[in-house]
């Protein structure tokens, strides 16, 4: 391989890069996917749900063999307080059909790997095993990148970075900054075994129903984060995440968050007599619109995580903000490959691309949430607490009459919290939704 030089090497073998790859070789490129994992997804980290609205575009026969677990067809938000949640769910039975809702959980070590033959069968190379430390430069221009392998110098026309979260070539290119941990989400999951049966039931499911829960509020022992369960076949992934500045605030280490998010009362019975299979933890980029990085340049672009694109919001979106980055970034490779010109100005084209896709317009809907919260940490701690006394003391049955208890709680309500500064964090909120 010494001497060979590709049309496009795309550095990371997640959905962004194999996305990039499968694109490209589709295209009759000849690609290579430089990948650190052992094999593709080997230690890939996310919460559960699968948005497969890119790739039912690039691939529409999917379902016939990806490694799905579940169709997600119930969604369920709750906001958590220290002792119970005041919650809401939908459910349709439309999402049982054809595509489902684009929504269906996978276990990424399964699903990556399948992309990445998806890839090879398409004409791409795959190196799995081989962390890529650098660039190689000729007059002054990314020529290709250094591996770490033997032969590890690969010379070619264009670069994909797809290396994920905080990834250190983009940031060798001074693409972005360092991250900053207000706007960076460690997260962590645990992935527990329960019979299917157990799912079915616990979750109030048909089938291969699956179903999709978000903790918000206190969910992850007052820092500014969220918590999730998502089932799996015979699995469920439970999960939770806050910004690293506010778990530092806050005292905390992700581990005991996780526990306790575990064994809070509304979540303990759902994993009850689990079996724990897998521990993991990840970074995701939070910062949304505003601290995207640069896309591109001489004979390179960046995808995915790598160059922020993730919806952190109430969708926790980005499996599908990656494969239309990378798609987008394949396509411009594309029209490169054919001008042969891989230069700055030809290259722009994805940034343009990328500025017209759902991705940018999605986060630029949200681009202040994370000040938003940040700003509002009475969401995590004070409010869910009080509105979750208010709810538990209307609900208790006691011989006090209605009128007077409602009149009493809406006291409580006015003494206990500035009511301009309850009504600003509203409509705050709102930002955050719609
Ligand atoms: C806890 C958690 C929960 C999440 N939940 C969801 C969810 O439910 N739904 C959703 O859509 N999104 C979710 N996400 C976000 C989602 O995981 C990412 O947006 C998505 O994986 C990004 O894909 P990517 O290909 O850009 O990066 P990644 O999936 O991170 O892939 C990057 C790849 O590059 C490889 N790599 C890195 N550096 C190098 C190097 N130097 N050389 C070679 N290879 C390298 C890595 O091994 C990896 O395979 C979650 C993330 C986390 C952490």
């Given at each position: 391989m010494a001497d060979e030089k590709f049309d496009a090497i795309v550095v990371g073998g997640g959905p962004a890069g194999l996305t990039a790859a499968y694109v490209m070789a589709k295209a009759g490129m000849q690609v290579i996917v430089v990948e650190?994992?052992?094999?593709?997804?080997?230690k890939n980290v996310f919460g559960?749900?699968?948005?497969?609205n890119v790739l039912r575009e690039i691939?529409?026969?999917?379902?016939?063999?990806?490694?799905?677990e579940r169709n997600i067809t119930k969604r369920r938000f709750s906001l958590m307080t220290p002792d119970g949640e005041i919650g809401g769910d939908f459910k349709f039975?439309?999402?049982?059909?054809?595509?489902?809702?684009n929504s269906f959980t996978v276990l990424r070590s399964k699903f990556d790997k399948w992309l990445s033959d998806k890839c090879e069968a398409a004409g791409a190379m795959i190196i799995t095993g081989a962390v890529v430390d650098d660039f190689l430069m000729k007059d002054k221009k990314i020529a290709g990148v250094k591996a770490r392998?033997?032969?590890?110098d690969l010379y070619g026309d264009v670069i994909v970075l797809?290396?994920?979260?905080?990834s250190l070539l983009a940031k060798k290119l001074n693409f972005h900054k360092e991250l900053d941990p207000k706007s960076t989400i460690i997260g962590v999951k645990e992935v527990i075994g329960l019979s299917e049966e157990r799912i079915r039931d616990r979750f109030a499911l048909n089938g291969n129903e699956g179903a999709a829960y978000e903790y918000f509020g206190y969910?992850?022992?007052?820092?500014i984060g969220s918590g999730f369960i998502y089932t799996n076949k015979d699995t469920i992934s439970v999960g939770v995440g806050a910004t690293i500045a506010s778990m530092l605030e806050h005292k905390l280490n992700p581990n005991d968050v996780l526990e306790a998010f575990k064994n809070h009362p509304t979540v303990a019975p759902l994993v009850r007599d689990g079996e724990q299979k897998e521990y993991s933890a990840h970074l995701i980029p939070d910062g949304g619109y505003k601290k995207l990085s640069k896309l591109s340049g001489d004979n390179v672009m960046v995808v995915g995580d790598a160059a922020?694109?993730?919806?952190?919001?109430?969708?926790?979106?980005?499996t599908n903000l990656a494969m239309e980055t990378g798609k987008l970034a394949g396509e411009t490779a594309i029209e490169a490959f054919k001008k042969k010109d891989y230069s700055a100005v030809s290259l722009s084209q994805y940034d343009t691309k990328v500025k017209n896709s759902f991705p940018m317009k999605d986060l630029k809907q949200f681009k202040n949430t994370g000040e938003t919260l940040e700003h509002n940490p009475?969401?995590?701690d004070k409010y869910p607490t009080l509105f979750g006394d208010l709810v538990a003391e209307l609900f208790?049955?006691?011989?006090?009459?209605k009128w007077n208890k409602e009149k009493r709680l809406m006291m409580k309500l006015l003494t206990s919290e500035n009511p301009f500064a309850l009504l600003k964090t509203m409509i705050d909120m709102r930002k955050v939704i719609i």
């Open positions: 650190r994992g052992e094999y593709c997804g080997a559960g749900v699968f948005f497969t691939m529409p026969d999917f379902l016939k063999d990806a490694p799905i039975d439309r999402f049982n059909k054809d595509f489902s809702n392998m033997e032969d590890g797809a290396d994920g979260v905080n969910s992850a022992k007052g820092a922020g694109f993730v919806n952190a919001t109430l969708f926790h979106e980005g009475k969401m995590f208790t049955v006691d011989g006090e009459p």
